[in-house]
């Protein structure tokens, strides 16, 4: 059974959701024989190459608070991060564009280090003092994982490397009604979207296998990123 997962590494509910699906997968009887397989969607795509922000200041831009205010948000998506056993630095973070990271994260699929360098990229944005969006922070994330220097750096210098397979799967996530971002879908009978529970991941796992035709759950509820970049914040955690 093959499950796929739609995310960014600059969304926080992809990094929880991650996590979450994780324990899911691990409490499945037959996890074994699940593949998973990362696709690419950007929060930010307009966004140029090399402009950065730090978080907390882009936060309140977007959703006209006060810094204070916005690094509440921060403080509510950290709490869920370490819930979760997850670090999550809430102070000197950054904030852009991730086309270069997806491209990256093309190659390392094609080498079968594609789970290794998400799982690396995401704990250098969210828990390090290591920017994602540096080309040398990336450059060392992706040796780190295992690929090949010199592929790796040819990549990045070219910027139509692995272009059309992240433009291809932002169009299929279109095409599949995906709005914003963590998005799963398990053998294309089943979606689910947000940071659901752990244990919905697990019943969602279950049904799938179970060859059931059902709706998406949790499309409306759950924590996510949607497809202008804005993450939900309960209303009572964004006031402070």
Request: glycine share 8%; aromatic share 8%; with cysteine.
């Amino acid at each position: 059974m093959r499950v796929e997962i739609w995310s960014d590494i600059a969304c926080p509910w992809c990094y929880i959701g991650k996590a979450r699906f994780e324990k899911g997968l691990a409490a499945f009887a037959h996890r074994d024989d699940v593949e998973v397989v990362h696709r690419s969607f950007e929060l930010d795509p307009a966004r140029a190459q090399h402009d950065t922000a730090p978080v907390v200041e882009m936060l309140a831009k977007k959703y006209g608070r006060t810094r204070e205010e916005a690094q509440a948000m921060e403080e509510h998506v950290a709490s869920n991060a370490r819930s979760e056993g997850l670090e999550y630095r809430t102070e000197g973070r950054d904030h852009g564009n991730t086309f270069d990271i997806h491209r990256l994260l093309h190659l390392a699929k094609a080498r079968g280090r594609q789970d290794g360098l998400l799982t690396l990229a995401y704990r250098a944005n969210f828990a390090e003092e290591r920017s994602v969006f540096a080309p040398e922070v990336l450059v060392s994330l992706a040796v780190e994982a295992g690929l090949d220097e010199p592929e790796v750096r040819r990549v990045l210098e070219d910027g139509t490397a692995y272009a059309a397979d992240v433009r291809a799967d932002e169009r299929e996530a279109a095409e599949l009604g995906a709005t914003g971002v963590p998005f799963f879908v398990f053998d294309r009978t089943y979606g689910v979207s947000g940071g659901q529970p752990a244990e919905l991941f697990t019943q969602a796992l279950d049904q799938a296998w179970q060859g059931r035709k059902v709706t998406a759950v949790g499309a409306q509820t759950a924590d996510a990123c949607d497809a202008d970049g804005a993450c939900e914040v309960p209303a009572a955690a964004a006031e402070g």
